[in-house]
């Protein structure tokens, strides 16, 4: 089914995010639709997250009060602005759905972060042919303008601010009703627009881990893999969209788990092939010499636990799979996802922290209604 999302989802999505080791950050899962002010359900978002991941967080906001709330709230939990500034807690997600056009609040945001060194991600949506030149070479020239105006106005707010760029450049979908989050389109530009900002030395997003399937299925997973190793080998400083459905509509914590997965096999591959006397092996393949075995040995030991080892996915033999259940991969997936609910608990906030955060949402709340 598909339903809003509500504050326990959200909270939900953090545990799983802070337990599974192929996530670095946290980003926000989705719109906390049980908010007692729609107006300010980013707080509560952030609440939901802060309570349940203990990695660094990704977060948005409705507009600079929503952004200023996180930032106090954040500044709450690092003990003041000055500790904010050296070791952040969140950076904030600015996405622009016009290419070339900044709206007030968009902008309100923009400098507000760079103000108080809240690392910024900003995000150009374009649709090839519509807001965008239909050509790649041409959506490149197009969102390297908008990115660039951006690292004018904040290096004029002020120089040094940390601010990544990305753009989700893509084709419409079949319905002409959706930006279409798996087609070779976005990922071809997303590569390129990361060696574009390698080259001038600036950091670097892309979406990845997000596709246009419905459900958890074989779309799903073969378009989330196609932009997480596409993200990935291209050198892209942070992916994120991670868990998401529908091009970007829908959030699965079922996807979160398959996605983990998928995240430790690239960085796998990513981490090249070491070459040296102790890995050639070649005093190993003298001594053990031709129809000789390597199971005993020390250097198999050595070097077995470099190995991936999957959780979810199934490389048994078809009479051990058979016997097991036949189980398929969502037949695996699902239970996961139920087991680190059940039994992962994130480390405590401390109370004083939480009725403090608590009382910035509450002022919000009937500030906006």
Not at 30 to 50: C, E, L
Request: proline fraction near 4%.
């Amino acid at each position: 089914e598909r339903r809003k999302c509500t504050f326990a989802d959200v909270e939900a999505a953090a545990k799983i995010v802070d337990l599974l080791p192929g996530f670095d950050f946290c980003m926000s899962f989705g719109v906390v639709s049980d908010a007692r002010n729609p107006k300010t359900h980013d707080r509560h978002q952030f609440m939901a997250m802060i309570k349940n991941c203990s990695k660094p967080l990704m977060v948005t906001s409705v507009d600079v009060e929503g952004l200023k709330d996180q930032w106090e709230m954040a500044c709450l939990m690092r003990g003041g602005e000055n500790e904010f500034r050296l070791n952040p807690l969140f950076a904030t997600y600015i996405q622009s759905e016009t290419p070339l056009v900044y709206s007030e609040e968009m902008v309100d945001r923009l400098l507000f972060a760079t103000q108080k060194g809240i690392p910024a991600v900003y995000t150009p949506c374009s649709i090839l042919g519509i807001t965008a030149p239909a050509s790649i070479a041409g959506v490149l020239v197009q969102t390297l303008a908008d990115a660039l105006f951006t690292v004018v106005l904040c290096c004029l707010k002020k120089p040094g601010a940390p601010l990544l760029l990305g753009g989700i450049q893509s084709v419409m979908g079949h319905t002409k009703e959706t930006l279409a989050y798996g087609s070779p389109e976005l990922h071809l530009t997303s590569a390129a627009m990361t060696e574009i900002y390698k080259w001038l030395g600036l950091l670097s997003s892309s979406a990845g881990g997000c596709t246009d399937a419905k459900v958890v299925d074989e779309q799903a997973a073969s378009e989330s893999v196609m932009s997480i190793y596409n993200n990935l080998m291209a050198g892209t400083n942070l992916i994120h969209q991670i868990g998401c459905l529908d091009g970007g509509l829908t959030g699965s914590l079922s996807s979160l788990v398959m996605c983990d997965e998928i995240i430790a096999m690239i960085k796998q591959i990513g981490k090249g092939i070491q070459v040296t006397d102790e890995t050639l092996a070649l005093d190993i393949l003298k001594e053990v010499g031709p129809g000789g075995e390597f199971l005993s040995h020390d250097h198999t030991y050595d070097h077995w636990k470099e190995w991936f080892r999957p959780t979810i996915i199934d490389r048994s033999n078809f009479e051990v799979w058979s016997d097991s259940g036949s189980k398929t991969y969502n037949d695996r997936l699902e239970p996961e996802v139920d087991r680190i609910l059940e039994s992962h608990a994130p480390e405590p906030l401390d109370e004083n922290i939480v009725q403090e955060m608590k009382k910035i949402i509450n002022l919000a709340d009937k500030k906006e209604v």
